[in-house]
Every structure is written in C-alpha cells, then in structure tokens.
C-alpha cells in the first residue's frame, strides 16, 4: 500500500512538470492565448518586415495592444500585407495612425509600433493604415557605410596627384 501511494505521488509530480513545461512553452512562443480576443483587423503595406512573425506585438506607445496576425506577400506591389489584430478596448485609433517596425533592443525580436494621429475618425475593421516606415535591415546599412567610406577614400586619393 505505502508503494502504492508513493508512486501515485511521483506520477502527480511528474504530470505537474510535464503541465508546467507545456505552459512554459507557450508563453515563451506567444501562444498562451488559444481563443481569439474580441477586436478588429488593420491592414498596413511595408516595402521590407525584416525578421517581423506572426503573433509579433503591436505597441503604441510601448504598451501591447494587440498582435500580428498574418504576413502575406502581395505580387502585384511586391510589397509585405501586415495584418494585425488590435484589441477591442483600442477603438479609438485615428485613421492617420503610422505603423513602424522597430527592434527590441540592439538583436531583439521585431514588433509593429503605432503612432497615433490626429485625425477625427477611428481605424475599424479591415481599414489600411497608410502611413508605414520599414525595418531598418542591419546588414544594409553596414553595407551602405562600408561603400560610402570606400567611396570617401577613393576621392581622397584623386586629389593627391605627385
């Protein structure tokens, strides 16, 4: 009987880890959430997500007010379709609100950051926000540096004839 319950215990522990990971592993990959909170859909055109994912977070003014919903490739404008769903509590989003895709951090995952405008009229659903500003692509402009530098040099050895 006393091994019995010992082993009961020890199968209630392990299923409690084995629970624990599981919810761990969720929040860590942003699917803590199974069911879809009420809200609405907004749209917004970038020339360039970088490394931006579905379920990214969407800020305005650094606090999350919704996610990204869904990344498709438009092949007509050759152009990256954000759609990102913002919580139903956020209805109050000017039409002239900008999206950015900025960085957490100096390597940090990339989120959407709304900047709010002035306009009389809200967002609501399926409206495009048209006002978008790209990631900034680390490796372009390393590149750009490096070319204006050797840019920078050649001139200054045209200009230094014997």
């Known amino acids: 009987m006393q091994k019995k319950n010992i082993e009961i215990w020890v199968g209630v522990f392990v299923a409690a880890g084995i629970a624990a990971l599981v919810m761990l592993a969720m929040k860590v990959s942003n699917l803590a959430a199974f069911t879809s909170r009420d809200g609405y859909d907004v749209i917004a055109h ?6 931006l994912k579905e379920r990214a977070a969407v800020t305005v003014a650094g606090v999350r007010i919704g996610r990204v919903k ?3 490739f438009d092949d007509k404008t050759y152009e990256a379709v954000v759609t990102m769903h913002i919580d139903a509590a956020q209805n109050r989003l000017p039409l002239d609100t900008s999206a950015s895709i900025l960085t957490a951090g100096l390597l940090g995952e990339q989120y959407v950051s709304l900047e709010p405008g002035g306009d009389e009229k809200f967002l609501k659903q399926g409206d495009q926000i048209k006002l978008t500003q790209s990631a900034i692509i680390l490796e372009k402009m390393v590149g750009q540096f490096l070319f204006s530098k050797a840019a920078g040099e050649g001139k200054k050895d045209e200009g230094t004839a014997p």
């Open 46 to 51: 970038f020339e360039n997500i970088g490394g």
């Open 70 to 72: 869904s990344i498709v």
